[in-house]
């Protein structure tokens, strides 16, 4: 078999990586209340309607200074996350919440085992020592998700193909927003207005 020049390998080479590069684009939402104002601690996630997803992976909630940190998770379903204590008193870190019931009493340190998220959905933690503490952990089935910061949220290197795109706040009302899109390299940015409840608790 003849050998193919070095030039021949080497254009070769570059093509294939500027079409794998081509196949996959960032997809980035602004995020806003209904008055206009940018929003932190939002969340976009973007489903594919077809196609195999790539496996979860682990997530880290911290306690620090008596608080969740971050307020705000968004996660993979089957995703193991670990509840690190980060203070030098004990915690007891509970939900109630149908997606993923679970009860990890008194501790420091680091729990023994993770808690494996298997149900998409909203899962609200609290503590059962300090009443104030509170976080939300947003279950999905997409590994393709972003949370905002000054209104901008952006999911980078998503398979071109059609998606369907959701929003959500810890303060929304209502269904998530929903937008579907065919992502290609030149996708246009979303905006998404979502109706929040002013009232609610633990949200920015």
């Given at each position: 078999?003849?050998k193919?020049?070095?030039?021949?390998?080497?254009?070769?080479?570059?093509?294939?990586?500027?079409?794998?590069?081509?196949?996959?684009?960032n997809l980035?939402?602004?995020?806003?209340?209904?008055?206009?104002?940018?929003?932190?601690?939002a969340?976009?996630?973007?489903?594919?309607l077809?196609?195999?997803?790539?496996?979860?992976?682990?997530?880290?909630?911290?306690?620090?200074?008596?608080?969740f940190?971050p307020?705000?998770?968004?996660?993979?379903?089957?995703?193991?996350?670990?509840?690190?204590?980060?203070?030098?008193?004990?915690h007891?870190v509970y939900?109630?919440?149908?997606p993923?019931?679970?009860?990890?009493?008194?501790?420091?340190?680091?729990?023994?085992?993770?808690v494996?998220?298997?149900?998409?959905?909203?899962?609200?933690?609290?503590?059962?020592?300090h009443?104030?503490?509170?976080?939300?952990?947003?279950?999905?089935?997409?590994?393709?998700?972003?949370?905002?910061g000054?209104?901008a949220a952006?999911?980078?290197?998503?398979?071109?193909g059609?998606?369907?795109?959701?929003a959500?706040h810890p303060?929304?009302?209502?269904?998530?927003?929903?937008?579907?899109?065919?992502?290609?390299?030149?996708?246009?940015?979303?905006?998404?207005?979502?109706?929040?409840?002013?009232n609610?608790?633990?949200a920015?």
């Open positions: 078999m003849a193919c020049p070095d030039w021949q390998y080497l254009a070769g080479l570059t093509l294939g990586l500027l079409s794998c590069a081509a196949s996959a684009a980035s939402a602004q995020l806003t209340d209904m008055n206009g104002a940018l929003l932190d601690d969340v976009i996630f973007a489903t594919p077809k196609g195999t997803l790539p496996k979860a992976r682990g997530a880290i909630v911290d306690q620090v200074n008596k608080e940190v307020l705000v998770s968004v996660i993979q379903t089957g995703t193991a996350v670990t509840f690190p204590n980060k203070d030098n008193i004990r007891h939900s109630f919440s149908a993923k019931v679970f009860d990890l009493k008194l501790y420091s340190g680091v729990p023994a085992s993770p494996v998220f298997d149900k998409p959905g909203l899962v609200v933690l609290g503590c059962n020592i009443d104030w503490m509170l976080a939300y952990v947003l279950v999905v089935d997409t590994p393709y998700f972003a949370k905002s000054k209104g952006r999911i980078e290197n998503v398979p071109n059609e998606y369907e795109v959701r959500w303060r929304l009302q209502g269904v998530f927003p929903v937008q579907k899109i065919n992502l290609t390299d030149a996708a246009a940015p979303l905006s998404f207005r979502l109706p929040l409840n002013q609610a608790a633990g920015h």
